[in-house]
């Protein structure tokens, strides 16, 4: 029999990945290529992989059965091994519209927990993140997201249901990613970029609009800037950034026109 249920285990770290297919064999051989090449679909085992040089992985086929039970089989093994490579916990045919469980759900968190402490988590979303094809499809998946009242409202309301530890994570990362010079000039350079599309700027008018209707988003702007005024730090940085932008205009100026520049200094 030539389908079975297929085990990897990284016996550095005691995570399994289970897997099956109608010849198993043959997909183990398969599996060692994709590993190889850099290409496993699983990109957590991928990334252990890499960073092992392929070094303490063992394959196995550690059940044969017959084709019309494989699912039903795989789903056994993920149930009593808890594979940490496999992040969800049904086994289904196809991967897509999965519907996951609260138990699902409670496992992917484990997962995330371990391989970020593992340190593979952030090491995949680095890579992802360099790789141009991938930013732009995450852009355009996020474009569409954003033209969804329905999805606007979901992520409005898990937001508000994050705790409080969670928004001042985000809000140190804020900060700290502020403090990054490059970042600032990149940041200003896509302002300056959009401001100069019309639709963006009607767009960002009326969300400014929007805002200041609410009562409570005026209670609480007053109360940042009546916090901001009162910070000696926040008044000194506003008044070099002026300085600033007053030097970079004067020296434009006398780039332009230098004689006129100076005779009117006279």
Known sequence: MKSG???ITNTANEYIYIGYSYNAEHRIDKYKSSLKRGDFRN??????WDR??????????????????????????????????????????????IPRSESAKRNFKESIRKLKESGIYNEIWSKRSENPKWR?????KNKELAKNPEWIKAHKDGIKKRPKDWRENV????????????????NMEGIRRRSKNPEWRKKNAEAMKKLNENPEIRKKAA???????????????????????????????????PTETSSREK
């Open 5 to 7: 249920i297929i085990k």
């Open 43 to 48: 990109k957590y085992l991928q990334a252990d």
């Open 52 to 97: 092992q040089r392929g070094e303490g992985f063992e394959f196995e086929v550690i059940e044969a059965c017959g084709e019309h039970e494989l699912v039903e089989r795989k789903q056994y093994y993920m149930d009593v091994l808890q594979p940490t490579y496999n992040i969800i916990e049904k086994s289904f045919e196809s991967n897509k519209d």
């Open 136 to 140: 732009k499809n995450v852009a355009e």
């Open 171 to 186: 809000t140190k990362a804020a900060r700290k990613r502020s403090e990054n010079p490059e970042w600032r000039k990149n």
């Open 223 to 257: 109360k940042t800037r009546k916090g901001l005024v009162e910070n000696p730090e926040w008044r000194k940085a506003i008044s070099n950034g002026v300085k600033r932008y007053y030097a970079q205009k004067k020296a434009a100026e006398q780039s332009v026109n």
